[in-house]
C-alpha cells in the first residue's frame, strides 16, 4: 500500500483554503440567522435551511468518498468505513420523512443494512484495513474529521439537554431554544467533516497522482 506523499502544500495554498472555509462557516451560521429572522413557517423545520444543509453537506461527503474509493482508489477500505458512516447519518436525517411517508422505524432498517455489511467487510479486511489506517490517522483530514464527528455526536446531543436549556431559561423555556442549539451545532459538526472530507479528497488526488507517475 502506497504512503501519501510528502510533498509539502505552498503556503498560498493553505491561505486559499483557510479563506474558503472561513467563508463556508460563516455562510452556514449565516444561513441560520437568516432562516431564523425571515423563515418562521419553517423556522429550523424540516424543511428549513438548518436541517436542508445538513442533507446536502451529508450527501456532498458520500459523493467525494464514493469518487475517492472508486475511482481514484485511495484506500478503498477506510473509505468504506469513512462511506457506511456517512450515508448512515444521511438516512439518520431523514428519519422524519421515512417515518411518515415509509414505515415506523424504516430508518433503522436501513441503516442496519448500511453498516453490517460494511463492517463485515472491514473486519475481513483488517490488515489492510489497519494499514490504510496507519496513513490515514496522521493527517489533517482525519484530525479534522475526529473534530467533526465530536462536535455532531457528542457536543451538541450534551448542549440540547433540555435540563440545561430549562435551567438556563426558567420560566422562558421553550422547546424551540433548545432544537435550535443542537441543530446548529450539529450543523457545524457536519461542515467540519465535510472539510476533513474535502482534504482527504485533495490528499487522495495526490497519491492519485503520484502512483500514476510511478507507473
Known sequence: MSSPPLWPIGFQTILVRAVLYVLFIGAIAQGAYLE?????????????????????????????????????KVWPTVTLLLLAFMAASLVREQDHFLDNYVAGNTWKVLVALIILPSLFWVVKQRQHFLEEFTHYSNTFAFGLFTAGVLTTYIFSRLYGRQDFWRAVLEESYSGTFKSVAEEVVELLGYSLILIATLELLLLARRIYKARQLST
Open 36 to 72: 431564523a429572522l425571515y423563515l418562521p413557517s419553517v423556522r429550523f423545520s424540516e424543511l428549513g435551511f438548518t436541517e436542508f444543509t445538513q442533507t446536502f453537506v451529508l450527501a456532498t461527503c458520500c459523493a467525494m468518498l464514493i469518487y475517492i474509493r472508486q475511482v481514484l
